[in-house]
């Protein structure tokens, strides 16, 4: 490893006066006194007469002296406030163990069977009104084209025939080409029909569409589930999710949702689920008592079913009519509060029932709390959320170009399904992403946390740095809090965290 003069470390503080230090090298959080905290920035490599001197403005040398001899005793005793820093960042697979997993081993499949919507969602990126991007053709994906990346990925999945197998639809508004979706489906169940026990479809849609004819189909085959694009009470729904003459939509989702129920109920317990976005202007605490509080539960969705997301309005024209500071202070203080709300039950009562705020930190929080200890991390570092591109759940355009995910779509293509995945394309956009990972993240504090992967860095048919700069901001600060949530549970009722797992 290359020698850095630093530990390897993040420091955070509550408002109580409690100090702590996480080392990245073996993963464990230390509390730590004042003095501790404050020249553990000046602890390099040089004496310890010149740490002393350096701090001595702030402290006496008696004490500068204890503090050094106590921070030498973590790093000689417990390996902790190693200044190393990884030597490189690698992808983790060799040329032929990419090839294999894409020709093999491909999980699922994404097809985006429109570019058509009937709604003109404020937030959404393909608005017109947002676009900062070439506009998507308005066109249908055609049978045939769907069809052969049905072949296209059976072809691709031979070893991963025995697990579950996700077909996902996408657009636009998969609805508005349900004709292709129910094909799709036939043709799985009779080309196929070996799979059909572990095959399941997904439709993504706003839910606006589910006439009796789709809604007959639907619980008529039961390995169809519907993901619906929900956001939460009226109010707040219908300030961003719109017709195109900017009348709500919500009324007509709870009717749908309600002709679902009343005619197979089966079908709505086990295959239906809500997708809310969390969007400006924010209102976390309509959000949690919507879902969450509200005695009837909205409409006995549970709450396993309810997947939240965090608006992403990278370079779209949404944001223009907010004053973003503002925006970002109320943001916080509705955080604070359905966070806090959650701990504070969590540590009084030993479990917190289903909220937002547990939805919204439960992933972070039990990560950190069944997270491994170690001795110090290796010279060679693999990110373990890179997927391999296109070979996890590809994601298949209109036109037939294949994607890397939903998340990226194929505006940077990697192939298409009649000519095959661009093996050399693939390995070079790898290239750049490994190259960027070695200049930006070998030296960053949340390396173990890190979950970045090729839509964090990929906008447009480009690798978009400052893109990646974003998400990378917005993983820290996550990752701080819960910190600071976390070692606030251990004062107060560590064993309470049991009750997350």
Not at 25 to 44: L, P
Not at 238 to 253: A, L
């Amino acid at each position: 490893m290359k020698k850095h003069r630093y530990p390897f470390i993040k420091k955070f503080s509550d408002h109580n006066g409690n100090y702590y230090i996480y080392d990245v090298h073996t993963n464990r959080i230390v509390e730590v006194n004042k003095i501790v905290y404050d020249i553990i920035n000046f602890f390099d490599i040089n004496s310890n007469d010149v740490i002393i001197n350096k701090a001595q403005k702030l402290y006496d040398r008696k004490n500068l002296e204890t503090a050094v001899t106590e921070i030498y005793s973590y790093i000689t005793n417990h390996g902790i406030f190693l200044s190393d820093r990884p030597r490189v960042i690698e992808f983790g697979l060799s040329y032929d163990e990419l090839k294999e997993k894409l020709e093999n081993e491909v999980k699922g499949l994404t097809l985006n069977v429109t570019n058509n919507c009937n709604l003109s969602c404020r937030y959404c990126p393909y608005n017109e009104d947002n676009m900062s991007q070439e506009m998507r053709p308005k066109i249908n994906m055609e049978k045939d084209v769907a069809l052969a990346a049905i072949d296209f990925f059976f072809r691709h999945n031979q070893r991963a025939r025995k697990e579950n197998i996700i077909v996902s639809f996408y657009g636009g508004e998969p609805i508005l080409n349900f004709e292709v979706i129910k094909a799709c489906v036939e043709y799985v169940k009779s080309k196929y029909k070996d799979f059909c026990n572990n095959t399941h479809f997904i439709i993504n849609t706003n839910g606006t569409l589910l006439d009796e004819d789709v809604i007959s189909y639907l619980v008529t085959n039961n390995k169809v589930f519907l993901h619906i694009s929900l956001d939460g009470p009226e109010a707040v729904h219908d300030g961003n999710r719109i017709y195109k003459d900017g009348s709500g939509t919500f009324k007509t989702i709870v009717r749908n949702l309600e002709r679902i129920r009343q005619k197979d109920i089966n079908y709505y317990e086990n295959c239906i689920a809500l997708k809310p976005v969390i969007a400006p202007p924010f209102d976390l605490i309509s959000l949690d008592n919507f879902f969450f509080e509200n005695s009837e539960k909205f409409l006995k969705i549970d709450d396993s079913k309810i997947f939240f997301n965090y608006v992403f309005t990278y370079k779209i024209k949404y944001l223009n009519g907010f004053d973003i500071k503002k925006l970002k202070e109320k943001l916080r203080k509705q955080q604070n509060f359905v966070f806090g709300s959650f701990i504070r039950e969590l540590t009084e009562k030993g479990f917190a029932k289903p909220s937002l705020g547990r939805k919204l930190m439960l992933d972070m929080l039990y990560k950190i709390y069944k997270r491994n200890y170690y001795s110090r991390l290796p010279e060679k570092w693999v990110f373990r959320s890179f997927c391999v591109p296109g070979g996890l759940k590809p994601f298949i355009d209109v036109d037939g170009k294949v994607g890397i995910c939903e998340s990226t779509g194929c505006i940077l293509d990697i192939g298409n399904i009649y000519n095959d995945y661009d093996l050399e394309k693939i390995i070079s956009i790898i290239n750049k992403v490994m190259k960027i990972c070695n200049q930006e993240c070998r030296t960053c504090w949340a390396i173990r946390f890190c979950n970045v992967c090729f839509a964090w860095l990929i906008y447009n048919d480009e690798i978009d740095l400052n893109k990646m700069h974003i998400m990378c901001s917005a993983l820290k600060k996550a990752l701080v809090r819960s910190f600071l949530w976390y070692v606030y549970i251990l004062k107060r009722n560590p064993k309470s965290l049991e009750s997350l797992c």
